[in-house]
């Protein structure tokens, strides 16, 4: 779970840490570990097991690390792997915040992620990462032909795609049944609002919501995530993109449904009562909830009631069915590791047949069975609960599903989105109308754009 990104925090100290990390990065990485032609080890390196470790947010339940390691370590007996787990709360923003610490302070690190293209982005900038792709050419591994998504940085790899993210809509089939509604397989966010009008029941405490939207930047471009092409509020170059019109309907339906049909948690409850959108979810105070494909292995470790499953909805109803925002968990070598080359084996490793080896997240690789991908995260949780889990809903959406293409934004659009989002704040609070909101955010994303250079 990530905290929400209208958080203050301070670039200074973002910056500070980061700088001291690349510094760190550049004295403490050196050429310990060239890429070797094969093995986990070097030639002329000790027999003996090396021991990485692998540093995440993810917690025991939610990445069933103890069996995922055992499977690597006993399949690579030259390479000891050990799992560190960064935030008792499975919160990936704490997680990448200890990471940030640990690099400033020269702590071991070996196999890092981050769960957002532009947080990987910004600790490429910032010199944490290790360039792969000396590893994989001498290896015969070429990433485009492996994988869904393409990772790279200005044309070099630093990390390739761990769980593949793809959005879709859960839905309590109890409220659906109750409002006499089918469960969508085809449907636009006009659809989605009226289907949330129709959800929406009581009033006060006891009041439950048709949707639920929460603070991170995909639900301020929600419609940009049907853009084959640019999915983003920037462009790869760091243009601004929030002037299109899929941004501005984004906005306005975000607008109508929080606070004039009322049939979404208002912004400002969310913010201000500090939501999560597991909780609220779960507690049956929404009967939508717009979400990541992760959802579905923690639905089964924790579902509440049965869940049905609906494609993420579409700009135009003719529009082809099925593209929808991506993400991904960017896997790779931490540059001041002092056994890249054994850390490097197990990002290929963990990319590719470790995570059906999980059986807790849907892969990006290529080469995965989504079927068998689907029945191990269903496996791996609890049978009193993913009983829960429609799969005759649950499949065809996966399968309908179509990845837009990923962006891998400029080092600094991590500050143009916190700039985008308090902006959009602003809008949605009523503190300053939808025009004033484009322009001034496409101002400030200019000119975050132009000091970097």
């Given at each position: 779970?990530r905290?929400?990104?209208?958080?203050?925090?301070?670039?200074?100290v973002?910056t500070?840490?980061?700088?001291?990390?690349?510094?760190?990065?550049?004295?403490?990485?050196?050429?310990t570990?060239?890429?070797?032609?094969?093995?986990?080890?070097?030639?002329?390196?000790s027999?003996?097991?090396?021991?990485?470790?692998?540093?995440?947010w993810?917690?025991?339940p939610?990445?069933?690390?103890?069996?995922?390691?055992?499977?690597?370590?006993?399949?690579?007996?030259?390479?000891?792997?050990?799992?560190?787990?960064l935030s008792?709360?499975?919160?990936?923003?704490?997680?990448?915040?200890?990471?940030?610490?640990?690099a400033?302070?020269?702590?071991?690190?070996?196999?890092?992620?981050?769960?957002?293209?532009?947080?990987y982005?910004?600790r490429?900038?910032?010199?944490?990462?290790?360039p792969?792709?000396?590893y994989?050419?001498?290896?015969?591994?070429?990433?485009?032909?492996?994988?869904?998504?393409?990772?790279?940085?200005?044309?070099?790899?630093y990390?390739?795609?761990?769980?593949?993210?793809?959005w879709l809509v859960?839905?309590n089939?109890?409220m659906?049944?109750k409002?006499?509604?089918?469960?969508?397989?085809?449907?636009?966010?006009?659809?989605?609002?009226?289907?949330?009008?129709k959800?929406?029941?009581?009033?006060g405490?006891?009041?439950v919501?048709?949707?639920?939207?929460h603070?991170?930047k995909?639900?301020?471009?929600?419609a940009?995530?049907n853009?084959p092409e640019?999915?983003f509020?920037?462009?790869?170059d760091?243009?601004?993109?929030?002037?299109?019109?899929?941004?501005?309907?984004?906005l306005e339906?975000?607008?109508?449904?929080e606070?004039?049909d009322?049939?979404?948690?208002?912004?400002?409850?969310?913010v201000?009562?500090?939501?999560?959108?597991?909780?609220?979810?779960?507690?049956?105070?929404?009967?939508?909830?717009?979400?990541?494909?992760w959802?579905?292995?923690?639905?089964?470790?924790?579902?509440?009631f049965?869940?049905?499953?609906?494609p993420?909805?579409?700009?135009?109803?003719?529009?082809?069915?099925?593209?929808?925002?991506?993400?991904a968990?960017?896997?790779?070598?931490?540059?001041?590791s002092?056994?890249?080359?054994a850390a490097?084996?197990?990002?290929k490793?963990?990319t590719t047949?470790g995570?059906?080896?999980?059986?807790?997240?849907?892969?990006?690789?290529?080469?995965?069975?989504?079927?068998?991908?689907?029945?191990?995260i269903?496996?791996?949780?609890k049978?009193?609960?993913?009983?829960?889990?429609?799969?005759?809903?649950?499949?065809?959406t996966?399968?309908?599903?179509k990845?837009?293409?990923?962006i891998?934004?400029?080092?600094?659009?991590?500050?143009?989105e916190k700039?985008?989002?308090?902006?959009?704040?602003?809008?949605?609070?009523?503190?300053?109308?939808?025009?004033?909101?484009?322009?001034?955010?496409?101002?400030?994303l200019?000119d975050i754009?132009?000091?970097?250079?």
């Amino acid at each position: 779970m990530r905290n929400t990104p209208f958080a203050k925090r301070s670039l200074l100290v973002l910056t500070g840490t980061l700088a001291a990390t690349a510094a760190l990065a550049g004295c403490g990485g050196g050429d310990t570990d060239k890429p070797a032609a094969g093995g986990s080890a070097a030639p002329g390196a000790s027999a003996a097991p090396v021991t990485i470790k692998v540093q995440a947010w993810y917690t025991e339940p939610q990445g069933n690390w103890n069996a995922t390691v055992a499977a690597f370590n006993k399949t690579h007996p030259n390479i000891k792997v050990v799992y560190e787990g960064l935030s008792e709360k499975g919160d990936s923003q704490e997680g990448m915040k200890k990471l940030d610490l640990l690099a400033a302070s020269g702590d071991q690190m070996d196999v890092i992620m981050y769960s957002s293209a532009p947080d990987y982005a910004q600790r490429v900038g910032a010199g944490m990462l290790e360039p792969l792709d000396e590893y994989m050419k001498k290896d015969g591994f070429d990433p485009k032909a492996e994988f869904k998504i393409d990772t790279s940085v200005n044309g070099k790899y630093y990390a390739l795609p761990g769980k593949m993210i793809e959005w879709l809509v859960l839905l309590n089939k109890d409220m659906l049944d109750k409002a006499k509604l089918p469960v969508p397989t085809d449907w636009t966010w006009n659809d989605y609002a009226e289907y949330a009008k129709k959800l929406t029941s009581g009033e006060g405490a006891s009041k439950v919501y048709g949707s639920y939207f929460h603070t991170w930047k995909e639900y301020a471009q929600l419609a940009l995530g049907n853009d084959p092409e640019v999915p983003f509020f920037v462009k790869a170059d760091g243009t601004p993109n929030v002037d299109n019109p899929k941004f501005r309907y984004s906005l306005e339906l975000r607008n109508k449904m929080e606070n004039v049909d009322k049939s979404s948690v208002p912004y400002y409850d969310v913010v201000s009562q500090k939501m999560g959108y597991r909780d609220v979810f779960y507690a049956g105070k929404t009967a939508m909830l717009l979400t990541g494909n992760w959802m579905v292995g923690e639905l089964a470790l924790n579902g509440k009631f049965d869940t049905v499953f609906a494609p993420y909805p579409k700009f135009d109803a003719k529009d082809t069915n099925g593209y929808t925002t991506i993400g991904a968990d960017f896997v790779g070598v931490a540059a001041s590791s002092k056994n890249k080359q054994a850390a490097y084996e197990f990002v290929k490793w963990y990319t590719t047949e470790g995570i059906i080896e999980q059986g807790t997240f849907f892969s990006g690789w290529k080469k995965a069975d989504l079927n068998k991908n689907m029945e191990a995260i269903l496996k791996s949780g609890k049978p009193e609960l993913t009983k829960f889990i429609d799969k005759n809903s649950l499949l065809p959406t996966l399968k309908v599903n179509k990845a837009t293409k990923l962006i891998v934004p400029p080092t600094f659009s991590l500050q143009q989105e916190k700039e985008m989002l308090s902006q959009v704040e602003l809008y949605l609070t009523g503190k300053q109308d939808l025009e004033k909101t484009i322009q001034t955010t496409t101002k400030k994303l200019n000119d975050i754009k132009a000091s970097s250079k």
